[in-house]
């Protein structure tokens, strides 16, 4: 049943997102806990994800108390086994009005893997580990790095997102999905377009997707220096909006929500919870 609509035309929702990979040893607990408690925070929609491997979440929600329930629901003292913020804190996104399209309703969802990947492991292959994938960079110093000539900077979204705009000098994997990056990845490596003893920058919308690239990059390629965005370009953009700074970006960030496109210069085996 859907939520009943906030009741002020004026309010003010904050977009936001976080993950954490983090096992989890019975997800289907986790969602049902967790999906009464999300339903106590008024005005919530978005979507979370469960799995195995971790938690990821997106979320349209009001600023001021319902904000402060949220983030409190998913920290320290929430009502998960784990602070979902021990390693980094909430990305947050755009402040929008409520009459702009974000998400439908609430949705919290098992899945096999909160980031769909496609990888395959062979007997002999090395395991990776999510926890080893390189160094996050700050906003700020990710963009005084990319000022420096000839780096290796990999644009690790897909194709249709890489289309709408990108860092200067990036250089796209030209993927369709996920799943087809570790491919592209071993190709340049062979290739020598990547050079693993020199650094490797990497960066996706919301930091997500390069958790896996970065453990993939250090533990299966053997690139000893890789270096992603913390928060990925919605962090730059804060950044980027709160300093005098001349933006690195070209063109737009694609989204997934309803929004789709920021100007700034599938599913198996799933159980829902919907609201």
């Keep these: 049943m859907p939520s009943p609509p906030p ?5 003010q929702l904050q977009l936001l997102s976080f ?3 983090v096992p989890i040893s019975d997800p289907d607990t986790v969602r049902d806990e967790l999906f009464e408690q999300l339903l106590l925070i008024p005005g919530l929609r978005g979507t979370v994800y469960v799995a195995k491997e971790g938690i990821n979440c997106q979320f349209a929600v ?3 108390a319902a904000l402060q329930m949220l983030l409190q629901s998913f920290g320290k003292e ?4 784990f602070d979902s913020f021990e390693k980094c804190p909430a990305n947050l996104g755009d402040v929008v009005d409520s009459s702009v399209s974000t998400f439908d309703r609430l949705i919290v969802r098992t899945r096999d893997y909160i980031l769909r990947d496609g990888i395959t492991t062979e007997d002999g292959d090395v395991r990776l580990d999510w926890s080893d994938a390189g160094v996050e960079l700050e906003a700020k110093e990710w963009h005084e790095q990319l000022k420096q000539d000839n780096i290796q900077l990999l644009d690790c979204r897909n194709d249709y997102e890489s289309d709408q705009g990108t860092f200067q000098s990036a ?6 999905t996920f799943s087809e990056t570790w491919s ?5 490596l062979q290739s020598e377009s990547i050079n693993p003893d020199e650094p490797v920058y990497i960066f996706c919308t919301g930091g997500i997707r ?7 990059l250090k533990n299966k390629l053997g690139c000893k220096d890789v270096r992603s965005l913390r928060h990925g370009i919605i962090g730059y953009e804060r950044y980027i ?13 694609f989204l997934f929500d309803k929004r789709r496109l920021s100007k700034e210069s599938s599913d198996s085996n799933t159980i829902n919870k919907e609201n």
């Design 7 to 11: 009741n002020s035309k004026q309010l």
């Design 19 to 21: 993950y954490r990979f």
């Design 62 to 64: 009001p600023v001021g």
């Design 78 to 81: 929430g009502c998960l086994p």
């Design 171 to 176: 250089q796209p994997l030209n993927t369709t």
């Design 184 to 188: 592209v990845l071993d190709n340049q």
């Design 210 to 216: 390069c958790v896996k690239v970065g453990s993939y």
């Design 241 to 253: 909006t709160s300093s005098n700074e001349q933006s690195l970006w070209e063109g737009e960030n």
